[in-house]
């Protein structure tokens, strides 16, 4: 893990699970099972998770000189179930 990129990819990969855990797990049993503590817990760790990923953006921004375009769809892709891992592949083919 020596590797910023290394890195910056582990952490979107994190980030990428927890939202779909939270989505289609936590969520589901809030809403059909009455379970809200599924949604505190998962939604705590996506959180963190999603920061942490937003930071890394910013880092990779400045150190490795990333366009605002390359930028904002690493943002972007954040928000979108399963948009980590396609940003990912791109940066892979990279």
């Known amino acids: 893990m020596k590797n910023p990129l290394s890195l910056f990819r582990m952490i979107g990969f994190s980030e990428g699970i927890s939202f779909l855990l939270l989505l289609g797990i ?5 809403y059909m099972f009455d379970y809200p503590l599924a949604v505190t817990v998962v939604g705590a760790i996506h959180g963190g998770l999603f920061v942490l990923y937003i930071m890394a953006i910013v880092y990779m921004k400045f150190a490795f ?3 605002i375009v390359k930028s ?23």
């Open 72 to 94: 904002m769809l690493a943002v972007i892709s954040s928000v979108i179930p399963f948009g980590p891992f396609i940003f990912d592949a791109k940066l892979v083919r990279e």
């Open 26 to 30: 936590a969520m589901p049993l809030k």
């Open 65 to 67: 000189r990333w366009s």
